[in-house]
């Protein structure tokens, strides 16, 4: 145990640059007296079937401070895996049982007993550090309620203040940019978000902004109102796209595909049709190359299929494309094995076997 002690407060001093491990060690003290308390209650009435009989009665009482029973309850403190908790037990299971049978009664916040003021590895609620020195803006309300204190609650930390949201300075009771003070005293502040327009204010209206954000401007007025990017003299987006303003902002969209150049979404908002469509009845429609009167697919057993903004030749039923002309489908049957036999025959009966193939020409 003195081994332990000794080795113990050496690893503290020589481990200042290790911050996180004095959290830690507060954490895992917190977990052994959590696990303390449950292993506890699990314990109460255990193995008595009601505690009503005379003999029941003395036998629990005598069990409740049993040594049988904080050792049932010393036995569920950490899980098996965990090396710092299993390590913290072993080290301090004499302050452990000490407590257990001379101090339970005095002190029945084990926690605070154990965590805090025997081992001292935690501090109370609001200090921080070795000597659980007070947070910054003080242990009552660390941070003035804007932030959290590093180390609060640990042997760790340096006591300084990372602001909540919207909140700055040591203490944080400043404003971030985009924030106003609703309220501020040496000690009290309230932050509370500016109008969406500034980027500094005094209130809540785009009329209390200091500075507008980018994509606003000020107004002769005083306030800060949208700036109009699309209605600028050269409009910021590509020529196959159309500019959407927004509030603080603008986007640039994709005209529709039946458009060259558009104003707007969909094909009657186009500056002129893409090819492969024209105008008609105020919107780009597609042409139906199929039905004009030149032949959109020249060539014998050729079809044409329109599609949107253009149109495809394929080869008709049974033909398929081979060296830009459509040639007959081989069947099926006329695999290389039955090719032999096939050559093998007269080219009368050869030509015989496939009657139907020649209704389709
Ligand atoms: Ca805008």
Known sequence: MQFFCKAGSLLLHSAHTNAKDLKESCSTCRGITDNFKKGFDKTTKK???GGNTAWEERALSKYETSEIRLVEILEGLCDSSNFECNHMVEEHEEELETWWFK???????LFKWFCIDTIKVCCPKGTFGPDCNGCVGGSER??????????????????????????????????????????????FSVCAECHA???TCTGSTNQDCGECKPGWAKSEGGACNDVDECSKESPPCGEQQYCLNTDGSYSCQACDKACTGCKGAGPSNCLACAEGFKEDEGACTDINECEQPDEACPGEHRECVNIKGSHRCICSSKFEEKDGVCVQTEEPAASEESQEVLDSEPPEAAEQKYPEGHEDL
Do not use: I, M, W
Not at 104 to 109: E, G, N
Not at 162 to 170: A, L, T, W
């Open 47 to 49: 193995n008595f079937g």
């Open 103 to 109: 101090r339970k009664t005095k002190h029945p916040d």
């Open 142 to 187: 660390p941070c003035h309620g804007n932030g959290a204190c590093d180390g609060d609650g640990t042997r760790g930390g340096h006591g300084r203040c990372s602001c909540n949201q919207g909140y700055q300075g040591e203490f944080c009771l400043d404003c971030v940019d985009g924030h106003f003070n609703v309220f501020k005293n040496d000690t």
């Open 197 to 199: 327009s500034c980027k």
